[in-house]
């Protein structure tokens, strides 16, 4: 009897396993639930895959970090005068790269997805509503803001009014794109005002600024650095007669054009340089009011090729209105690409000199083109349906 029975349990407990397995090609089995299991498994790591890696590599640059201040603090003298010295090479330069870091970290983390949109909910939409309900506000905001720039200028040059000749060439050139604009009465003034702050803007940080031109010559030391290694590894194949000696344009500076090239398109396919233009077009959009895919696009050139900078937006080229592809155009002309300035870095160019132009044309292209090709279709390709192309 008891075996008879534990003889049906073992037949069952077969059926069951049967009934649970799926017959391949006649012989192989999948087993149902290690399947499903698996498909489970792959859609958690989808899911939540990057995120995880991201507050790993966190934490392994926080606990360097912390280990580094800890070491700092032990060995060498902690006075100011020590720290700022080593703003560029040493413990100081790792704060300034830490801070970057942890602020776009905790940007994509926890600003982005919670913070802003309810600040832009709570605090951003109803100031700028009251603001906009205040009659002749606007007027009155930009009267300021000229007058004390009117005012900044007399003071600053006040021992020599000869630096104030070149407003004389912003006005010309601001008064042929008005001549010759495609359709004065469309002009965005509110697009041309913010460019023209902007440009201002940047040239006093990058400029005026002392902090902001020691961060300009550190960057532009580090370029340095980046281009030796180029030119050593053109030496290593070509030799030292021709790169070092020579300096034969075909050995030097085409192997630096080729190495920044290698680089830009190393972080591009990785999606970094997507993520950094579409956060700097982002910020142009919001200032200036321009569309996505012309501010993208003009923070692209900061870094890119005029031809390497539309790929970002490859799928809506065939949207963009006329005044967009002009915008396009008008941004690959004033800026150079990296591999390009490499070149001209080779040839005695400061490094801090080619990135402020390039920032500071950046709004400025935006501005100029608006001016002399003003937006007078409806625009088809918006920020809530466009993805920059990741690779």
Known sequence: MNGSTETILSKQEEVDSIDNRVPVNGEKVIDVEKA??????????????????????FVVITAYFIWSTCYYLNTEDTNIDVFNSTTCNGYGFLVILYSLYLYGFLYNQLLKPYVLPSLKTAVWQPS??????????TIIFYISLLIATIAYLAFDTNDNRSRLIPISGLCAFLGLGYIFSSN???????TILWGLILQFFFGL????????????ECIGAKVNILLDY?????????????VHEQA???FKALSTIYFISFLVNILYYYGIMQKVIGFLGEVLQWIMGTTICESVNSAANIFLGQSEAPLLLSPY?????DSEIHSVMTSGFATVAGSVMAAYINYGARPQDLITSSIMSAPAALCFSKLMYPETEEVKVKKENIQTVER
Do not use: C, H, Q
């Not at 498909?39 to 990057?50: A, M, N, T």
């Not at 004065?184 to 509110?190: C, H």
């Not at 940080?205 to 300009?216: A, D, F, K, P, S």
């Open 36 to 57: 499903e299991e698996k498909r489970e498994l792959k859609i958690w790591i989808d899911k939540y895959g990057s995120k995880l890696i991201s507050y790993l590599v």
């Open 128 to 137: 700028v509503s009251f603001l906009n309900s205040i009659k002749y506000g």
């Open 184 to 190: 004065r009465s469309m002009i965005p003034w509110k």
């Open 205 to 216: 940080l990058t400029i005026r600024w002392e902090v902001g031109r020691n961060i300009l």
């Open 230 to 242: 180029a030119f050593e590894g053109a030496a290593f194949t070509y030799g030292d007669f021709l």
């Open 248 to 250: 034969v344009f075909a």
């Open 317 to 321: 080229l065939k949207d963009l209105t």
